[in-house]
């Protein structure tokens, strides 16, 4: 069995060019992975458990999550039918994410994203910082969007938007349902789009 160097391993700018589709969702994987381990971690520490982060508070939950989401779609396309696209761009990772992903893989990445994500950032961060800090921080980690204000604007009004909703239901999948909802209509539009485009 070969051994791991790990004195050897080296870390590297990859731009959008050297990126290959098994290698992009590598990365999205294994990022998602250690975005879960560090939020597990971090509640656990605050006696905060995941599994009391989770109440089902039915109809509430989802008439907010999907409210948000509809939201959040609706402000998305009505800056997008009005800003240049230069400024929404990011680079092509979400083109090279989606455009050619079956629609259930769509919705599994969505999906895992969505509970990962909110896990660190709602679950946990939240507890310590509040949603306008836990946002700002938010925003920060979405480097592809940070080199336009508007993006960099409109990711720190959806984080604080997902902060608030948890904070009003009192349950994760608040959230964790308008994140995925966000992340998979966006996802379908970039999907189908793309399609049109090829045709």
Known sequence: MKKWDFRNIKFKYVS????????????????????????????????????TLFPLKLPTMVLWGVGLAVAV??????????????????????EMLFAKRPL??????????????????????????????TSILFAAIHVRYLQHWLMTGLVFSISYGLGWVYVHTGTLWTPVIAHFLIDFIMGCLIRYHAKDSDE
């Not at 975005?35 to 006696?47: E, I, M, N, P």
Request: aromatic fraction near 14%; glycine fraction near 6%; include cysteine.
């Open 16 to 51: 959008i060019d050297d990126l290959d589709d098994r290698l992009l969702l590598l990365n999205l994987y294994i990022t998602q992975l250690l975005t879960f381990l560090v939020g597990f971690l971090l509640t656990s520490v605050q006696r905060n458990f995941i599994w």
């Open 104 to 133: 259930w893989h769509i919705a599994l990445i969505c999906l895992i994203v969505a509970f990962c994500e909110e896990i660190l950032f709602r679950g946990a961060i939240q507890h310590w910082l509040g949603p306008y800090w």
């Open 73 to 94: 779609v609706i402000a998305d396309m009505v800056v997008s039918r009005f800003v240049n696209e230069d400024i929404s761009d990011d680079g092509g990772i979400n």
